[in-house]
């Protein structure tokens, strides 16, 4: 590992995402005498479309060489647990999560619903995220029972992840779950996306927006996100499957 001589101490809002890391030393201990905050305001401010959000912080600290990819680490607890909960699955398991907090990445409900309907046959559906998710029939809801930690070790037995860009894509990188994410053209994928994954963005005259909710909010619509169709969806993961009369 580089840098292997250093140490890397982590102040955080959420300890538990990364208490398991071995790549880290503390957690939510005193700063020492650098201190370093990771933050991408910059990005926002001028509208970024192409420089990664991470590739703007290891600049900041003179580093030039990394990979952009999450690893998200579960203890064997949490694995046998997951394995347990989700034995009563008899096919594939498909995760979605629909909602981010930001609703300018918020593909519509119709659009979730129909996805719905051209899976169901081939999918176990779990629907992960919290409280705010929408409902939807025929999938089986863990979506605000979960914490963060039991939705990471449930997504660890996904065949694939469908959502927007949040923490469950980072997650799903992380555990190495391939996964198809909606961006539409709020954020731009250079920025935020994996390369592993496929990411349906769109480009309009007014994106990247870098909209965020409570400072403003979009003036068009929507207009990128709604312009994903379910086809798209659908064949991203599959070019093969055949969209239903639900369409």
């Not at 003179?62 to 999450?70: E, T, V």
């Not at 914490?147 to 990188?173: Q, V």
């Not at 007014?206 to 409570?214: A, F, Y």
Request: some cysteine; glycine content about 4%.
């Amino acid at each position: 590992m580089a840098y292997r001589n250093r140490s890397l101490r982590c102040v955080t809002p959420h300890p538990e995402l990364i208490r398991l890391d071995p790549h880290i030393d503390t957690i939510n201990q005193p700063e020492t005498f650098y201190s370093f905050d990771s933050t991408y305001w910059e990005l926002i401010n001028r509208k970024e479309m192409n420089q990664n959000i991470i590739e703007h912080n290891m600049l900041r600290l003179g580093i030039d060489k990394y990979d952009y990819k999450a690893a998200f680490y579960l203890s064997e607890e949490e694995k046998v647990w997951a394995k347990k909960k989700t034995s009563q699955f008899d096919k594939p398991i498909l995760v979605i999560c629909t909602k981010s907090k930001e609703p300018v990445k918020n593909w519509p409900e119709a659009n979730w619903f129909e996805l719905i309907q051209n899976l169901k046959a081939n999918f176990s559906i779990i629907q992960l995220g919290d409280d705010k998710e929408p409902f939807f029939e025929l999938v089986h809801r863990y979506a605000g029972k979960l914490s963060m930690r039991e939705s990471a070790a449930i997504l660890s037995y996904a065949s694939y992840f469908i959502g927007p860009d949040s923490l469950l894509m980072h997650i799903a990188n992380g555990l190495n779950i391939p996964s198809t994410i909606i961006f539409g053209g709020s954020r731009p994928v250079n920025c935020f996306g994996y390369a592993d994954n496929i990411n349906l963005s769109i480009t309009l005259e007014c994106s990247p927006c870098w909209i965020h909710h409570g400072y403003d909010e979009c003036q068009n619509d929507l207009k990128c996100i709604n312009q994903i169709s379910v086809s798209q969806a659908l064949k991203s993961f599959n070019p093969d499957i055949a969209i239903n009369s639900y369409e």
